[in-house]
Nanobody, 123 residues
């Protein structure tokens, strides 16, 4: 059973930066795809960024050029570097994993989820 634990959320002013980390455990073979998703109050969960085992990345249009996802297969971690944060980035951020070979950036393709970490960006 894959277990995911996020850390690094917090409050920041617009234009600031935050780095989210997710530690994965409970498996022998690392998930093919890891990703970050977010959900704001009253809105559906949406994809932010995903990364395949080989390093291929995908980003939501709203975060391209501002966010960077990375993974360390040896350390079983996936990180999300967030720069130039905007108030619209305020949400609960979730780490997720899947063994599916095509994960895209769709929440429904992911099987395992962390508990989430809150990111709040003030104007």
């Amino acid at each position: 059973q894959v277990q995911l634990v996020e850390s690094g959320g917090g409050s920041v002013q617009a234009g600031g930066s935050l780095r989210l980390s997710c530690s994965a455990s409970g498996y022998t073979n690392s998930p093919y795809c890891l990703g970050w998703f977010r959900q704001a109050p009253g809105k559906e969960r949406e994809g932010v960024a995903t990364i395949e085992r080989g390093g291929w990345t995908r980003y939501a249009d709203s975060v391209k050029g501002r966010f960077t996802i990375s993974r360390d297969n040896a350390k079983n971690t996936v990180n999300l570097e967030m720069n130039s944060l905007k108030p619209d980035d305020t949400a609960m951020y979730y780490c997720a994993a899947t063994y599916a070979y095509y994960c895209g950036i769709v929440p429904g393709r992911f099987t395992y989820w962390g508990q989430g970490t809150q990111v709040t960006v003030s104007s």
